[in-house]
């Protein structure tokens, strides 16, 4: 997933240790754009006719209608056309891996409109349309391997997915698993820490993925409202939820906001985060606010 993968576990076997890797080497050949045989990729070249997918890609599918719902729109899978026209159709590990889409054409829908059939494990995405498992895929994926390692006899496990965390079970500390949150720029290290029982961790970043196209400056956060780059002021946003899929979806939704609307859409979600500015300012959701930055620390 071009990310470092860590597993942490208390009394997981080697076995299911080695499992739950594998588990995800298997989420990764399913659900990355850049493989022309995953089911990313065939439903993106699918044409607008039904696709025959594997149980996990019919529970990302299920999980990206969820997020849509909950997101109010905000996070939205099918951004893809848009991010490879901006310059970010090649994999960022090996740049011989490349998107694959189906000659550009009009939709007929929006994500709305992808219709997922899961006794008959079948996939119908609109003709147009294209879809990307990106960061939810990471989010869901690493909740996957911490559900599998539960399963295997492990007291707890976090899997941490290019810093993107699931986690659950008993936790190495007694105040729960401690989570470092970087600045926005990584060189100033560590803005704070926070301990959390379980759920999802997970941050979205104007910052972390960049590349210049034509000289200019961009990144891979598109606003599915204007299908343009978005140009908001926020360089990164923290958020703790119940589950990495949704720390995911809420974070995307979250940036997308802006500075004014970041910290209430995340109130709003039941949601708690972290909140920096491209000016600098780190603006905290209501639970947090009474610890302040050295209480969390």
Same mark, same amino acid.
């Given at each position: 997933?071009a990310?470092?993968?860590?597993?942490?576990?208390?009394?997981?076997?080697?076995?299911?240790?080695?499992?739950?890797?594998?588990?995800?080497?298997?989420?990764?050949?399913?659900?990355s754009?850049?493989?022309?045989?995953?089911?990313?990729s065939?439903?993106?070249?699918?044409?607008?006719?039904?696709?025959?997918v594997?149980p996990?890609?019919?529970?990302?599918?299920?999980?990206?209608?969820?997020?849509?719902?909950?997101t109010?729109?905000?996070?939205?899978?099918?951004?893809?056309?848009?991010?490879?026209?901006?310059?970010?159709?090649?994999?960022?590990?090996d740049?011989?891996?490349?998107?694959?889409?189906?000659?550009?054409a009009?939709?007929?829908?929006?994500?709305?409109?992808?219709?997922?059939?899961p006794?008959?494990?079948?996939v119908?995405?609109?003709a147009?349309? &294209?879809?990307?498992?990106? !960061?939810?895929?990471?989010?869901? $994926?690493?909740?996957l @391997?911490? %559900? *599998? /390692? #539960?399963?295997?006899?492990?007291?707890?496990?976090?899997?941490?997915?290019g810093?993107?965390?699931?986690?659950?079970?008993?936790?190495?500390?007694?105040?729960?698993?401690?989570v470092?949150?970087?600045?926005?720029?990584?060189?100033?290290?560590?803005?704070?820490?926070?301990?959390?029982?379980?759920?999802?961790?997970?941050?979205?970043?104007?910052?972390?993925?960049?590349?210049?196209?034509?000289?200019?400056?961009?990144?891979?956060?598109i606003?599915?409202?204007?299908?343009?780059?978005?140009?908001?002021?926020?360089? &990164?946003?923290?958020?703790i !939820?119940?589950?990495?899929?949704? $720390?995911?979806?809420? @974070?995307? %939704? *979250? /940036? #997308?906001?802006?500075?004014?609307?970041?910290?209430?859409?995340?109130?709003?979600?039941?949601?708690s985060?972290?909140?920096?500015t491209?000016?600098?300012?780190?603006?905290?959701?209501?639970?947090?606010?009474?610890?302040?930055?050295?209480?969390?620390?």
């Open positions: 997933m990310c470092e993968l860590h597993v942490m576990t208390l009394g997981a076997s080697q076995r299911a240790v080695a499992d739950a890797v594998a588990l995800l080497e298997r989420l990764e050949r399913l659900w754009r850049f493989l022309p045989t995953s089911d990313i065939r439903l993106n070249l699918s044409d607008g006719f039904p696709t025959a594997a996990e890609t019919i529970v990302l599918l299920q999980t990206m209608q969820e997020a849509h719902r909950l109010g729109g905000a996070f939205d899978p099918t951004v893809l056309r848009a991010l490879v026209a901006h310059g970010y159709g090649a994999s960022r590990v740049d011989s891996r490349r998107t694959l889409l189906a000659d550009a009009d939709s007929a829908g929006g994500f709305c409109d992808v219709d997922v059939d006794l008959g494990e079948l119908t995405v609109p147009g349309l &294209a879809l990307d498992a990106g !960061g939810i895929g990471k989010g869901l $994926a690493a909740d @391997a911490v %559900a *599998a /390692l #539960l399963t295997s006899g492990a007291a707890g496990a976090l899997v941490s997915i810093g993107d965390l699931a986690m659950a079970g008993e936790s190495p500390h007694p105040a729960g698993w401690v470092e949150v970087e600045h926005a720029d990584h060189a100033a290290g560590v803005l704070c820490r926070f301990a959390v029982s379980g759920g999802g961790v997970a941050t979205s970043s104007t910052l972390s993925r960049r590349w210049t196209t034509d000289g200019e400056s961009r990144h891979h956060v606003d599915p409202a204007t299908g343009a780059q978005s140009g908001t002021d926020i360089a &990164a946003v923290t958020v !939820g119940r589950s990495g899929w949704s $720390a995911e979806a809420h @974070a995307t %939704a *979250a /940036l #997308l906001s802006g500075s004014i609307g970041a910290v209430g859409y995340l109130a709003q979600h039941h949601a985060g972290v909140v920096q491209v000016a600098g300012e780190v603006l905290l959701t209501p639970d947090l606010q009474g610890l302040g930055l050295e209480g969390l620390g």
